[in-house]
């Protein structure tokens, strides 16, 4: 799929060749530029929170976050984790790297108290207010070591004109943006057309990529079949 638009600043031309139709587009500052940046939020709010389901988009690894801790320091258990992290997307945090990595279990924050006296290598996200990772206490941690995990995140918000989108259909975000200037019109086509986009981007969300073999096989596909 070809993409239309990727930055705020494209949402903000298209959405007013929709609904203006001229070519004099906002600027920001304007109060037109505002309010579309607000529904253009709005519609990055309901995409993420689209129920039962996870966005590819939206996992991610420690190492391409803006923010987070990212390196050990000596004898610290307790790292930061980036602001827009959501819950762990792996069982094991590495430290280290190339090949000489070490593994540690991610265990649930629930059963911390079964491990109190133990000495092995697991962690523990501690989800509170600013979420942070956890090392076994009872475990000397070495400095200087890479941390590395996978995570999914929160969307990221729509700031300036060169903000991109997560969402693989943009165009999502300009009709249901269309959709709500026209709400008083009682025009609900803009709304028919964002709810096509979304439905389309949750059957992409799902389907697999190319020459990717299903996870059950067949013998066809070379897989083991029954």
Same mark, same amino acid.
């Given at each position: 799929?070809?993409?239309?638009?990727?930055?705020?600043?494209?949402?903000?031309?298209?959405?007013?060749?929709?609904?203006?139709?001229?070519?004099? @587009?906002?600027?920001?500052?304007?109060?037109?530029? %505002?309010?579309?940046?607000?529904? !253009?939020?709005?519609? &990055?709010? #309901?995409?993420?929170?689209?129920?039962?389901?996870?966005?590819?988009?939206?996992?991610?690894?420690?190492?391409?976050?803006?923010?987070?801790?990212?390196?050990?320091? @000596?004898?610290?258990?307790?790292?930061?984790?980036? %602001?827009?992290?959501?819950?762990? !997307?792996?069982?094991? &945090?590495? #430290?280290?790297?190339?090949?000489?990595?070490?593994?540690?279990?991610?265990?649930?924050?629930?059963?911390?108290?079964?491990?109190?006296n133990d000495l092995g290598y697991w962690c523990y996200f501690l989800m509170d207010g600013s979420p942070t990772l956890e090392f076994n206490p009872n475990l000397t941690i070495t400095g200087s070591l890479t941390i590395n995990y996978n995570y999914y995140k929160k969307a990221t918000k729509l700031t300036t004109g060169a903000s991109t989108f997560e969402m693989s259909d943009p165009l999502f975000a300009v009709y249901y943006a269309l959709s709500e200037l026209r709400r008083e019109e009682g025009d609900t086509s803009a709304s028919s057309i964002a709810t096509q986009k979304l439905e389309g981007m949750k059957t992409r969300n799902i389907m697999p990529s190319w020459f990717q073999h299903q996870t059950s096989g067949s013998e066809d596909d070379g897989g083991f079949g029954i």
């Open positions: 799929m070809a993409v239309i638009i990727s930055t705020l600043d494209d949402f903000i031309t298209y959405l007013n060749t929709l609904y203006e139709t001229d070519s004099d @587009a906002p600027s920001s500052g304007d109060d037109d530029y %505002t309010t579309w940046t607000s529904l !253009a939020n709005i519609a &990055v709010n #309901l995409w993420e929170a689209e129920e039962g389901v996870l966005w590819r988009e939206l996992f991610v690894k420690l190492t391409d976050a803006p923010d987070g801790t990212k390196t050990t320091s @000596a004898s610290v258990t307790s790292y930061s984790c980036p %602001t827009l992290f959501s819950f762990p !997307a792996s069982g094991y &945090v590495w #430290l280290g790297s190339g090949t000489n990595k070490t593994k540690y279990k991610i265990i649930d924050q629930k059963d911390i108290q079964l491990y109190e």
